[in-house]
C-alpha cells in the first residue's frame, strides 16, 4: 500500500491513504533555543498522539511513544557508518532500516542475518519531478504501520543530515581537486 507525504518535508507533512485520506499529520515545532519537537498524531479512526521525537544537537535525540521514552541511538543502534539501523519490532523481531541517498527501506531480519523488505521510502529526484515521497508498505506489515511510520519520521532528519554531510565533503573534495590541479598547470606555465 502506498502513503503519500503532502510535502517533501515529511516532518512537517500529512501521510494520506491512496483513498486520499490522511491517516498520519506529522508536525515539527523548530525552536531557535531549545530543543525542536516532532508530533506525530495518527488522525484514524480518531485522533491520538502516537509518537513524539525531541532533537537534541548535543546529546541523543529522544523519542517517546506508548508510555516509553528511549534515546533513539539505543532504540535503533546504527551498523555501517550510520547508514543501517536495527530495531526491535512490536513482535519481538529483529528489523532493519537501511539509508540510502534518495531511499530508505525497512525489512525482518531473519536467522540466517537476511533482509525481507517490508516497507521503502521513496524520493523522487529531479528538478521536474512532480511526484511525491511515498511510502510503500507490504501488505505483510500494515499491522505494524504505525511502527513503521514512528521509526522512519524518527530516521528520516538523520538520513537527510548525513546526505547533506556527503554532499558538502564531496564539494570540499572536488574543490581540493580543482585547487590541486590549478596549481599543477600553474607550475608547468
Given amino acids: 500500500m502506498k502513503f503519500s507525504f503532502s510535502k517533501h518535508e515529511v516532518e512537517k507533512a500529512d501521510l494520506s491513504d491512496e483513498q486520499g485520506h490522511v491517516v498520519y499529520r506529522i508536525q515539527t ?9 516532532t ?26 511513544f506508548s508510555g516509553n521514552e528511549v534515546k533513539t541511538k539505543e532504540f535503533m543502534p546504527s551498523k555501517k557508518d550510520g547508514r543501517i539501523r536495527l530495531v526491535t519490532g512490536p513482535d519481538g523481531r529483529l528489523y532493519k532500516w537501511r539509508l540510502g541517498m534518495d531511499e530508505c527501506i525497512f525489512g525482518v531480519v531473519d ?17 521536474f519531478h512532480k511526484e511525491d515521497h511515498y511510502l510503500q508498505v507490504s501488505p505483510r506489515a500494515l499491522h505494524m504501520l504505525d511502527f513503521i511510520v514512528m521509526t522512519f519520521i524518527a530516521l528520516e532528519r538523520t538520513r537527510e543530515r ?9 564539494a570540499v573534495e572536488g574543490m581540493e581537486r580543482a585547487e590541486r590541479t590549478h596549481e599543477i598547470l600553474d607550475h608547468d606555465f
Fill in 162 to 170: 548525513a546526505n547533506h554531510r556527503e554532499e558538502a565533503h564531496e
Fill in 39 to 64: 508530533t506525530i498524531t495518527k488522525l484514524l479512526p480518531s485522533p491520538s498522539v502516537l509518537a513524539e521525537i525531541e532533537w537534541r544537537n548535543i546529546g541523543a535525540t529522544v523519542l517517546r
Fill in 111 to 127: 536467522e540466517c542475518d537476511l533482509t525481507t523488505e517490508l516497507a521503502s521510502f521513496n524520493e523522487p529526484g529531479g528538478i
Fill in 29 to 37: 515545532q523548530n525552536h531557535l533555543f531549545s530543543h525542536d519537537k
